[in-house]
């Protein structure tokens, strides 16, 4: 395995990526298998080697810090490869070439700890073996190398050499924090822990319901999607697929991602993965036209527009996304335009980035023998080695952006420090050593840094204290960038800013209007599964599909939501209605028959007409007593019976208008006393046109019954019946003013207390009808050109029929109708009883006087009148 050393007295290893790919074949077991090579050279990982390089250059110049003790650094390249990281990591603590656990090859020098991987998924397995080391353990299996310089680790006195610290400029995967199983693990780039809180937060900030994930295809993605998935769930939100993406995937499991995410009705998609896996997605992407989705990146992507082609671009127009805040360096950009390829150059891999910088390629072989990885240039150009950077370097290495670079340099830093700390002769109360003596270079084993390394603590260039928490991170701060393509050029805006230390409310800050969303938004985008429901609507779930998809209902009545988004309606108090929108309480109408609606006054106009007619009826009766047909059909029956019907007619007036205590109990009473009265008169009348015919001998024992007597107390006698039901009722539970609110109208009735007055009342009349009409039926064909059976009949008939017809509708009607109904039966009825009994003879009496004598009327005169 290649490694790159730069010799000092004291070594730092360093596992940094490099190239952006790897080719591996996966083992045949037939032939000896093929070590994982390397593809792809991007300068801006690069960059992050300079980086390092830098801050040693500048420890070795400093006086202060490390004086007389050169660093060096030996380093890996891990191509992205996990196999290749942890050989790398072996092969550091080795010395050699290969890894040999177990044992130190270093040298001269001692090697006090590693600074990389800048990927969570290689610094896991690294941090493991580190961490394990931590312990001394016995090997006994391996056989060692037949190099006489090497040291066997494990003796009994020496102790061994290679637990060593490990400080990660790059991993952000949370459970790296866990000292546990990762005890020699530090940090100089922060924890995901508060980015993931700090993801969830903005996509809930921007109302987005209902979102894609997109994530690395290894433990940790795994492990983000599960935290970052519970979150959105947990704030109401549901996500629409959750596909995993690896650099490895072949273009059909591409393709498959894109179809799904093209087949989702989703505008944003949560995007957990570093930048190289999704580098051919985001091209298969464009060649599909799926854009004008928002990407919103987690901070282990990196915006390195060098790595993507010109269609990725298009593709990622609008993202925004997490980058862990990083400051300046001061004087690196003069470091970088001082890199040369010249025969003595002390960089690694500066051909290669030659090459890619210039477009162009060494002569293939070289003196030193360094050999060139499959790096394809398309013109044949050749480097001479003369070209300058000059002002491409920006551009060419993305100083814009120093994230992960910068947290390299501070990882050097970090080392340095703990390092100065433990050579720089502590007193000896705090001194590690006891005796009082100092420690020398020879003490510089890895084990005793990282004592210091957890106690570390300085100052950087910048003015930020670095130190170290008992989780070996450091506070996590992050800009909010956007992607903004303009005109071809690749630009990166900060438009806000997280810091978890910040109060509660000032955490996010973020400034939208300064959002370029892609070509697709003008505002911000919006992503939900269905849209909002409308207030007077509520939510009800789709069958089988998650709960961020649901259709809008209108709430029925008497319920109501006043707000978006409800999932239930709301019930109305009792004294309220819901409006016609739904999305209000009203107060009910209150409802009673007045006098001032239509109905009410035409029910009134028919009472006064009706109660005129039945008076004007009387009047002629009055008038015309002594005439034949009023004297036959006895007068006094007669009266009472108008004079009941005035009342009957008048009584509907008390119906009418808001009711009171005094006019429900006038109601029903005055309603039933004055009908017991008309219908007991025309049973009265009945009994006394029987008698009459029946006594029309002069020797008729029943002559004697013809006087006054026997209507009077019939009459009399139903009227004490009914009137002392009446007093009960009235005693007992008097019909009281009383407001119904079932409803949407409140109904201003009256209650008529115990039904079973009521109905008894009824009853009563109901019988009395019964008995007349009975009793007229039997005599309905006695003789007469005038028959007042027949009439009486006939009008029983009516009267019957009307009010049984008056209960189902009675019970059918609500509120005011059943007033209205009841009003219309008294008005038919008894309208019925004066149309029947009384308008015959009043034609007689004014249209036909001549008919109006004895003889006619006891049919004598019939034939006679009808032949003339
Ligand atoms: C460094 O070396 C110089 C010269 O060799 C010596 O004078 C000085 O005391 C040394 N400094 C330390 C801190 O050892
Ligand atoms: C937000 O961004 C807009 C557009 O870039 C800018 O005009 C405005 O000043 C910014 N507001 C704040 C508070 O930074
Ligand atoms: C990127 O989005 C911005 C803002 O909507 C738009 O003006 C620009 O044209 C887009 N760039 C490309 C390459 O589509
Ligand atoms: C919505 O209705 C509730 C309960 O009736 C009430 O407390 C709240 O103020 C109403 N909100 C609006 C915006 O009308």
Request: proline share 6%; glycine share 6%; aromatic share 10%.
């Amino acid at each position: 395995m290649d490694t790159f050393s730069q010799f000092g007295d004291i070594l730092i290893g360093a596992i940094f990526v490099i190239h952006s790919g790897f080719v591996f074949q996966p083992p045949t077991f037939q032939e000896e298998p093929k070590p994982v090579s390397c593809m792809g050279f991007h300068i801006r990982y690069y960059r992050d080697v300079l980086g390092l390089m830098f801050a040693v250059d500048e420890i070795n110049n400093s006086p202060e810090l490390l004086p007389n003790i050169s660093l060096g650094f030996r380093l890996l390249d891990s191509c992205m490869s996990e196999l290749r990281a942890v050989g790398g990591v072996l092969s550091l603590l080795t010395g050699l070439g290969n890894p040999f656990p177990g044992y130190d090859c270093h040298t001269s020098s001692v090697m006090v700890g590693i600074v990389g991987e800048q990927l969570s998924a290689l610094s896991i397995p690294i941090a493991r073996i580190l961490g394990a080391l931590h312990y001394p353990q016995t090997i006994g299996a391996i056989r060692l190398a037949k190099r006489s310089r090497c040291v066997r680790g494990h003796d009994a006195d020496v102790p061994l050499p290679l637990p060593s610290g490990l400080i990660s400029h790059g991993a952000t995967l949370s459970a790296l924090s866990n000292k546990i199983n990762f005890p020699t693990f530090f940090r100089t780039m922060p924890s995901n822990f508060f980015q993931n809180i700090a993801l969830i937060q903005l996509i809930g900030r921007f109302g987005w319901t209902w979102v894609g994930m997109l994530v690395v295809d290894n433990d940790v993605g795994q492990q983000g999607a599960q935290v970052i998935q519970a979150g959105i769930e947990s704030n109401g939100g549901c996500v629409a697929f959750l596909e995993k993406i690896h650099l490895r995937y072949s273009i059909k499991q591409i393709k498959k991602v894109v179809n799904v995410i093209k087949g989702s009705s989703i505008n944003v998609i949560v995007l957990l993965s570093p930048e190289v896996h999704v580098r051919d997605l985001l091209d298969v992407m464009f060649d599909d036209g799926v854009n004008g989705k928002i990407f919103i990146t987690s901070a282990s992507f990196i915006f390195t527009p060098g790595l993507f082609s010109k269609k990725a671009w298009k593709v990622l127009n609008g993202t925004v996304g997490l980058v862990a805040s990083t400051p300046s360096i001061p004087g690196f950009e003069q470091f970088l335009l001082n890199l040369h390829p010249n025969a003595s150059s002390r960089y690694p891999f500066i051909r290669l980035f030659w090459e890619k910088a210039f477009n162009c390629h060494w002569p293939i072989e070289y003196p030193n023998g360094e050999k060139l990885t499959t790096h394809i240039i398309k013109e044949d150009v050749t480097c001479t080695g003369e070209e300058g950077l000059g002002s491409e370097v920006s551009q060419l290495f993305e100083t814009n952006d120093l994230s992960l670079t910068y947290h390299a340099y501070l990882a050097v830093y970090a080392y340095a420090h703990a390092l100065h700390s433990l050579l720089n002769c502590p007193t000896v109360s705090k001194g590690y050593f006891s005796h009082g003596v100092c420690a020398n270079i020879n003490d510089a084993k890895p084990w005793k840094v990282l004592r210091y390394l957890k106690k570390t603590n300085f100052h950087t260039k910048s003015g930020e204290v670095m130190k170290f928490n008992s989780e070996g991170d450091l506070p996590a701060l992050y800009d909010i960038m956007n992607v903004q393509i303009l005109h071809d050029s690749f630009n990166l805006v900060k438009v806000g800013r997280i810091d978890p230390e910040a109060k509660l409310g000032e955490k996010i800050s973020l400034n939208v209007s300064a959002i370029l969303w892609s070509d697709h938004f003008i505002q911000v985008p919006v992503s939900v599964c269905s849209d909002s429901c409308r207030p007077g609507y509520r939510k009800v779930p789709l069958q089988g599909r998650p709960i961020c998809c649901y259709d809008c209902v209108p709430c029925s009545e008497g319920e109501m939501t006043n707000h978006t988004d409800a999932d239930e309606c709301a019930i109305c108090p009792t004294d309220q209605w819901s409006n016609e929108e739904r999305d209000r309480c009203v107060p009910k109408v209150i409802e009673f028959l007045s006098y001032n609606e239509p109905l009410g006054i035409v029910l009134v106009i028919m009472v006064v007409m009706l109660s005129i007619l039945t008076f004007c009826i009387l009047i002629i009766f009055i008038k015309n007593q002594d005439t034949p047909i009023i004297k036959a059909t006895n007068r006094e029956l007669s009266y009472i019976l108008l004079v009941s019907l005035i009342l009957c007619f008048l009584c509907c007036l008390v119906f009418i208008g808001q009711p009171s205590t005094f006019s429900c109990i006038l109601r029903q009473t005055f309603f039933s006393v004055a009908f017991s009265i008309s219908i007991s008169s025309v049973l009265a009348k009945t009994i006394m046109v029987i008698l009459a015919f029946k006594a029309t001998s002069p020797n008729s024992p029943l002559r004697k019954w013809l006087g006054p007597a026997i209507p009077r107390n019939v009459v009399g006698l139903c009227l004490v019946f009914q009137m002392s039901i009446c007093s009960i009722w009235l005693y007992k539970s008097p019909p009281f003013p009383a407001l119904n609110t079932q409803n949407y109208k409140i109904t201003f009735e009256c209650n008529e207390g115990q039904k079973v007055f009521f109905y008894a009342t009824l009853a009563f009349m109901g019988f009395l009808a019964m008995v007349s009409f009975f009793v007229a039926f039997l005599a309905r064909n006695l003789p007469g050109s005038f028959n007042e059976a027949k009439l009486i009949t006939f009008s029983m008939l009516v009267f019957c029929s009307v009010w049984i017809s008056f209960i189902p509708a009675y019970l059918s009607t609500s509120g005011k109708y059943t007033v209205a109904v009841q009003i219309f039966t008294i008005l038919a009825s008894s309208a019925g009883l004066l149309g029947c009994i009384f308008l015959p003879k009043c034609y007689i009496i004014l249209l036909r006087p001549e008919r109006n004598n004895r003889d006619f009327l006891s049919g004598k005169r019939k034939k006679k009148d009808l032949i003339n």
